[in-house]
Protein backbone atom coordinates (compact mmCIF):
# COMPACT_ATOMS: atom_id res chain seq x y z
CA UNK A 1 0.00 0.00 0.00
CA UNK A 2 1.03 3.90 -1.07
CA UNK A 3 0.00 7.11 -0.04
CA UNK A 4 -0.30 9.55 -2.85
CA UNK A 5 -0.28 13.18 -2.20
CA UNK A 6 -1.39 15.57 -4.95
CA UNK A 7 -0.84 19.48 -5.25
CA UNK A 8 -0.23 21.98 -7.73
CA UNK A 9 -3.61 23.06 -8.23
CA UNK A 10 -4.94 26.59 -8.74
CA UNK A 11 -6.76 28.91 -10.79
CA UNK A 12 -5.68 30.07 -14.41
CA UNK A 13 -6.64 31.59 -17.44
CA UNK A 14 -7.65 29.35 -20.74
CA UNK A 15 -4.08 28.74 -22.50
CA UNK A 16 -1.90 29.22 -19.55
CA UNK A 17 -0.67 26.07 -17.56
CA UNK A 18 -0.38 24.53 -14.68
CA UNK A 19 2.32 21.77 -12.88
CA UNK A 20 0.58 18.72 -10.95
CA UNK A 21 2.52 17.09 -8.52
CA UNK A 22 2.17 13.83 -6.61
CA UNK A 23 4.19 13.01 -3.49
CA UNK A 24 4.23 8.79 -3.38
CA UNK A 25 5.48 7.22 0.09
CA UNK A 26 5.36 3.47 1.18
CA UNK A 27 7.00 0.52 0.99
CA UNK A 28 6.55 0.04 -2.79
CA UNK A 29 6.34 3.62 -3.65
CA UNK A 30 9.05 3.58 -6.32
CA UNK A 31 7.90 0.24 -7.89
CA UNK A 32 4.60 1.13 -8.39
CA UNK A 33 3.07 2.91 -11.03
CA UNK A 34 0.55 5.87 -11.24
CA UNK A 35 -1.88 7.06 -13.16
CA UNK A 36 -3.59 10.84 -13.18
CA UNK A 37 -7.46 11.06 -13.24
CA UNK A 38 -9.80 13.70 -12.81
CA UNK A 39 -13.17 14.36 -11.99
CA UNK A 40 -15.43 17.28 -13.07
CA UNK A 41 -18.70 18.46 -11.44
CA UNK A 42 -21.26 16.09 -11.87
CA UNK A 43 -19.12 14.04 -14.19
CA UNK A 44 -17.53 10.20 -13.77
CA UNK A 45 -14.11 10.07 -12.75
CA UNK A 46 -12.09 10.07 -16.04
CA UNK A 47 -8.74 8.20 -16.86
CA UNK A 48 -6.20 11.35 -18.02
CA UNK A 49 -2.64 9.96 -18.16
CA UNK A 50 -0.33 6.88 -16.63
CA UNK A 51 3.15 6.57 -16.68
CA UNK A 52 5.03 3.29 -14.54
CA UNK A 53 7.19 2.57 -12.12
CA UNK A 54 10.78 2.71 -14.22
CA UNK A 55 8.87 5.95 -16.10
CA UNK A 56 9.74 4.64 -19.52
CA UNK A 57 6.04 3.93 -20.41
CA UNK A 58 3.70 6.62 -20.84
CA UNK A 59 0.00 6.41 -21.66
CA UNK A 60 -2.74 9.28 -22.34
CA UNK A 61 -6.24 9.49 -22.75
CA UNK A 62 -7.10 11.18 -26.20
CA UNK A 63 -8.13 14.66 -24.55
CA UNK A 64 -4.48 15.03 -23.01
CA UNK A 65 -2.42 13.93 -26.14
CA UNK A 66 -0.86 16.73 -27.24
CA UNK A 67 -1.39 19.04 -24.31
CA UNK A 68 -0.07 17.56 -20.90
CA UNK A 69 2.76 15.35 -20.20
CA UNK A 70 3.50 12.90 -17.21
CA UNK A 71 6.66 12.01 -15.98
CA UNK A 72 8.55 10.83 -12.69
CA UNK A 73 10.86 12.00 -10.40
CA UNK A 74 12.05 8.48 -8.94
CA UNK A 75 14.60 11.01 -6.92
CA UNK A 76 12.02 12.59 -5.06
CA UNK A 77 9.43 10.22 -4.60
CA UNK A 78 7.05 12.24 -7.39
CA UNK A 79 4.77 12.00 -10.17
CA UNK A 80 4.08 15.23 -12.45
CA UNK A 81 1.56 15.81 -14.59
CA UNK A 82 2.29 19.04 -16.57
CA UNK A 83 -1.12 20.55 -18.50
CA UNK A 84 -0.43 23.22 -21.11
CA UNK A 85 -3.42 25.30 -22.97
CA UNK A 86 -5.84 24.95 -20.51
CA UNK A 87 -9.23 24.40 -21.37
CA UNK A 88 -12.59 25.41 -19.34
CA UNK A 89 -13.19 22.24 -19.97
CA UNK A 90 -10.67 21.05 -17.95
CA UNK A 91 -11.67 22.30 -14.89
CA UNK A 92 -11.80 19.31 -12.31
CA UNK A 93 -10.29 18.01 -9.04
CA UNK A 94 -7.67 15.87 -10.51
CA UNK A 95 -6.11 13.04 -8.48
CA UNK A 96 -3.51 10.47 -8.93
CA UNK A 97 -4.11 6.89 -7.88
CA UNK A 98 -1.91 3.63 -7.78
CA UNK A 99 -2.12 0.43 -9.07
CA UNK A 100 -0.52 -1.90 -11.79
CA UNK A 101 -0.24 -0.43 -15.49
CA UNK A 102 -2.72 -2.20 -17.50
CA UNK A 103 -5.33 -1.51 -14.73
CA UNK A 104 -4.92 2.39 -14.48
CA UNK A 105 -5.43 2.56 -18.47
CA UNK A 106 -8.12 0.82 -18.11
CA UNK A 107 -9.86 2.21 -15.77
CA UNK A 108 -12.68 4.63 -17.68
CA UNK A 109 -13.76 0.83 -19.60
CA UNK A 110 -14.27 -0.86 -15.98
CA UNK A 111 -14.27 1.73 -13.12
CA UNK A 112 -11.80 -0.88 -11.05
CA UNK A 113 -11.22 -0.22 -7.67
CA UNK A 114 -7.66 1.01 -7.84
CA UNK A 115 -5.42 0.41 -5.17
CA UNK A 116 -4.43 4.01 -3.43
CA UNK A 117 -5.66 7.13 -4.62
CA UNK A 118 -5.03 10.78 -3.12
CA UNK A 119 -7.37 13.27 -1.89
CA UNK A 120 -7.31 15.49 -4.89
CA UNK A 121 -6.25 18.89 -6.11
CA UNK A 122 -8.69 21.44 -8.05
CA UNK A 123 -7.87 22.72 -10.86
CA UNK A 124 -10.31 25.52 -12.28
CA UNK A 125 -9.97 27.16 -15.55
CA UNK A 126 -11.43 30.46 -16.35
CA UNK A 127 -12.52 31.66 -20.16
Known amino acids: QVTLVESGGGFVQAGESLRLACVVSGRTAMSTDVGWFRQAPGKAREFVAA????????YYEDFAKGRFTISRDNTKNSVFLQMNGLKPEDTAVYYC????????????????????WGQGTQVTVSS
Open 51 to 58: VSWSGKST
Open 97 to 116: AADSFAMLIRYNLFHDDLES
